[in-house]
């Protein structure tokens, strides 16, 4: 506030008690004094309710306070005055009297004026709306409470349909809080000094050609993101740049040339073009001035990438995000400043007990305590106080104590952090707490796909579906992951791959950090951090004795045969390959994986990469997940020898080569027990093989976003066990095969976005336990009439999007 409330408080006290010695020695001005002691004594309440209600006025009303400030500070001048004249000074006192009177009346003015209303009303309405909004957070944790308790299962099959009503109830929960947190947290944010970093942040935007690369900068966790957000939602900002702004996240290891391709197309209004048709970082364009542009950087670590995403352009501003200072490249900087005494400990409590203040049956000196050692570090202050919450206070003690223990947070010791970090996976079960340390096994800053993460879990900790989502749920309860959804996920047939998971860079930190502190041969993970040209020295130069990691992460680029040595990991049961390449050669130490159940195997370069030795899976007796993203697939026949465990087997983004072809691969022969199958934007992809139609194991079957898609088996219908059947953005899709409609088993039917399927079969009506049908943006002109005696079809699981539906259903 302009003027603190503090110091109007005293003026007005040490007024009303001259007033009183004044009244008392019976001075000329006696009846003024008493007058405007009275005034004083109505406008004291006012004034003590806005020292101690800790509500922030309106800018607007802020010119108000001050003036009566200044009005009682004259009146506290005039009052001393007073005391000190001569009594026998008449004439004096006479002047001083009719000071007191006019006094007065400028005080009854304040308080019969607009003031009292304006400021009892502002009081008034901000109470109110914070008493209501915390009403719905008790009540929307209250609920949630319930339904954690009384979740049901939906399918027990695969394919996400397992998690059912816990797919559902999650992620409704997500988006309620999203809905009605979101917007309580923009704003408790503004009220933690982001307005202050916003107005700053928009100055060095606003400037013209001076500055035309200008950065955040800050300790990680200190909410450059957060504020790199606002900037980027800020209505001035969007009307500024007429809504030309890119937000990129560059990560420590980034795609130079994809990123590069984004900006550059973003800027040229030429989207998609090839990487090759980017210019060298040193043109420098000819761009019409006005064309006004704004591109954020985020998490930048390297000046050397810094200066390759950089485009000289008339009218491009470019706002870096990083914890580094390039003050060759900065034209201007912002400092994001730590969380300060009241501001942190609000922001402790809105995490740990939901409201911005300490409440009264809180241990006061322990609660400030737990915060003075979070050093104001507004990610620290969230987790932490998020994993104490409902804690007993003994937890809370027994936070404080291990808090205590450690240095205090520095800016150039991110390890300080962790350290401290390390207090929130305390209270976390154990099996909670590995499933955490898991999350360190995938890049930084990527989207983990839901069903990778279940998989992972369900593979090494014994878990069913339910209990792993539940887990998610409960992480990011503790903020120590964010869900993010896709538009179209929400109910209990979303596939897992519609949520993704993505989690905090210093998060992702702490996992590793605390996961890897035993020797590299006896590590639980045996992790890359970072992505490498090789494997680390450490592991060559401990080869030689076995490593009995469970689980392991390797981040490289292109690796040949050459490339790999000898490992033998006898307990491994999860491998995951991240890379960025064309080309990638299996590790021959799969060879040595005899328990290993879950393979991952993600391209993150900008085309799809050759797979070599392929032929290891044949030693692969035991894996039941399969994952491959952005690989080709033209040598699936070096599958020689059947997969006879593998439950589920996603495609992602894959080259296909007619590599699925029957007089390639038999999938019901190499797959036989396979329940779950999904194959998402494989372009290629135009007709699904016919022995799709043998596996009789099958439960869900997923083909989207595969645009050239044209035709399914014809035998469709023998899939008796094959529960649900996704083949949404598919619109190269005319028709189902009439036996679709044998399909006994099927609950599920997505045709949603097959814009050229203009109708089902007109047997449809003898799917008696078909459940929904989603059909938005799809173009079907009727449904069969058939279906009117769907059993278990109603109305409402008849997504809307369609045009026409049949008499027997009203129109949808």
């Given at each position: 506030m302009v003027v603190a409330d503090l110091f109007v408080g005293e003026i007005a006290t040490e007024l009303l008690k001259t007033l009183f010695t004044i009244s008392r020695k019976s001075y000329p001005c006696k009846s003024s004094a008493e007058s405007l002691m009275a005034s004083v004594n109505e406008l004291m309440p006012i004034i003590e309710e806005i020292k101690y209600s800790g509500v922030e006025l309106p800018f607007n009303r802020q010119f108000q306070l001050d003036a009566l400030s200044r009005t009682l500070t004259e009146g506290l001048e005039l009052s001393r005055k007073v005391s000190a004249s001569n009594r026998w000074n008449v004439y004096k006192n006479l002047q001083l009297s009719r000071k007191m009177e006019k006094m007065q009346k400028k005080i009854s003015t304040f308080i019969n004026g607009p003031l009292q209303a304006h400021i009892l009303a502002d009081v008034h309405h901000m109470r109110f709306e914070t008493t209501e909004r915390f009403d719905k957070m008790e009540w929307s944790a209250k609920r949630l409470e319930e339904r954690i308790g009384n979740l049901k299962i939906g399918l027990g099959g695969g394919g996400g349909a397992g998690a059912g009503g816990w797919v559902e109830e999650a992620v409704k929960r997500v988006e309620e809080e999203r809905n009605w947190d979101g917007s309580f947290e923009h704003n408790f944010n503004l009220g933690l000094g982001i307005e202050e970093g916003k107005r700053k942040v928009k100055e060095m935007v606003f400037e013209k050609e001076i500055f035309n690369v200008v950065g955040i900068c800050g300790i990680g966790g200190s909410g450059k993101t957060t504020l790199a957000n606002e900037i980027c939602r800020d209505d001035q900002v969007r009307r500024h740049f007429e809504n030309r702004i890119l937000f990129l996240t560059v990560s420590q290891s980034p795609n130079v040339e994809q990123l590069r391709a984004k900006i550059f197309g973003f800027i040229t209004g030429a989207d998609g073009m090839g990487n090759d048709l980017v210019p060298n970082r040193d043109f420098q364009f000819e761009w019409r001035i006005g064309a006004r542009t704004l591109i954020v950087l985020d998490d930048v670590w390297s000046l050397k990438v810094l200066e390759q995403l950089i485009f000289k352009v008339a009218g491009c501003k470019t706002l870096v995000v990083s914890r580094f200072k390039f003050p060759t490249v900065f034209k201007a900087t912002y400092n994001v400043e730590l969380l300060r005494g009241d501001e942190a400990i609000s922001l402790f409590c809105h995490s740990a007990f939901g409201k911005t203040s300490i409440p009264p049956a809180a241990d006061s000196n322990l609660v400030k305590q737990i915060v003075d050692e979070c050093k104001g570090l507004p990610l620290a202050l969230k987790v932490i106080g998020a994993s104490l919450r409902d804690q007993p206070e003994i937890c809370w003690a027994s936070a404080k104590k291990r808090l205590s223990k450690g240095e205090p947070i520095c800016e150039s010791h991110e390890s300080k952090l962790l350290d401290r970090m390390a207090i929130s996976t305390q209270f976390l079960s154990k099996k909670v707490r590995e499933c955490f340390f898991d999350l360190g096994s995938f890049p930084e800053d990527k989207k983990i796909p839901l069903d990778v993460l279940i998989n992972v879990w369900v593979e090494i900790h014994d878990l069913d579906d339910e209990e792993a989502f539940a887990i998610l749920v409960e992480l990011s309860d503790k903020n120590l992951l964010t869900l993010v959804r896709d538009a179209r996920a929400g109910d209990k047939y979303s596939s897992y791959y519609e949520i993704g998971v993505m989690q905090h860079d210093v998060l992702r930190d702490l996992a590793i950090h605390l996961s890897s502190r035993e020797d590299v041969n006896e590590c639980k993970r045996l992790l890359m951090p970072r992505r490498e040209e090789q494997l680390p020295r450490e592991w060559e130069r401990n080869a030689d004795r076995p490593f009995n990691a469970q689980i392991v992460s390797i981040h490289t680029g292109e690796m040949k045969e050459m490339d790999w040595f000898r490992m033998d990991f006898p307990k491994a049961e999860v491998l995951v390959l991240n890379f960025s390449a064309n080309e990638f050669f299996l590790p021959p130490f799969i060879d040595d994986m005899p328990r290993l159940r879950a393979l991952v195997v993600i391209n993150y370069?900008?085309?799809?990469?050759?797979?070599?030795?392929?032929?290891?899976?044949?030693?692969?007796?035991?894996?039941?997940?399969?994952?491959?993203?952005?690989?080709?697939?033209?040598?699936?026949?070096?599958?020689?020898?059947?997969?006879?465990?593998?439950?589920?087997?996603?495609?992602?983004?894959?080259?296909?080569?007619?590599?699925?072809?029957?007089?390639?691969?038999?999938?019901?022969?190499?797959?036989?027990?396979?329940?779950?199958?999904?194959?998402?934007?494989?372009?290629?992809?135009?007709?699904?093989?016919?022995?799709?139609?043998?596996?009789?194991?099958?439960?869900?079957?997923?083909?989207?976003?595969?645009?050239?898609?044209?035709?399914?088996?014809?035998?469709?219908?023998?899939?008796?066990?094959?529960?649900?059947?996704?083949?949404?953005?598919?619109?190269?899709?005319?028709?189902?095969?009439?036996?679709?409609?044998?399909?006994?088993?099927?609950?599920?039917?997505?045709?949603?976005?097959?814009?050229?399927?203009?109708?089902?079969?007109?047997?449809?009506?003898?799917?008696?336990?078909?459940?929904?049908?989603?059909?938005?943006?799809?173009?079907?002109?009727?449904?069969?009439?058939?279906?009117?005696?769907?059993?278990?079809?109603?109305?409402?699981?008849?997504?809307?999007?369609?045009?026409?539906?049949?008499?027997?259903?009203?129109?949808?």
């Open positions: 370069s900008a085309s799809n990469a050759t797979i070599g030795n392929l032929s290891v899976f044949s030693n692969l007796a035991n894996l039941k997940s399969l994952w491959l993203e952005k690989v080709s697939l033209s040598q699936l026949s070096e599958f020689t020898i059947p997969l006879k465990k593998i439950r589920k087997m996603s495609l992602i983004l894959c080259k296909i080569h007619n590599s699925l072809e029957e007089s390639v691969i038999d999938l019901s022969q190499k797959f036989p027990c396979l329940s779950e199958l999904t194959i998402d934007h494989c372009e290629d992809l135009i007709q699904l093989p016919s022995s799709i139609s043998r596996m009789q194991s099958l439960k869900s079957l997923s083909i989207t976003n595969c645009h050239n898609l044209e035709k399914l088996p014809p035998y469709l219908g023998n899939l008796k066990s094959l529960q649900i059947l996704r083949l949404s953005a598919c619109p190269s899709l005319k028709m189902l095969p009439p036996c679709t409609s044998d399909l006994a088993s099927l609950k599920f039917l997505d045709i949603s976005q097959c814009v050229n399927l203009k109708a089902l079969p007109e047997g449809i009506g003898k799917l008696s336990r078909l459940e929904k049908i989603d059909m938005r943006e799809c173009l079907l002109v009727k449904l069969p009439y058939s279906a009117a005696s769907l059993e278990s079809f109603t109305r409402s699981n008849l997504r809307r999007g369609c045009f026409l539906v049949m008499e027997g259903f009203e129109e949808g």
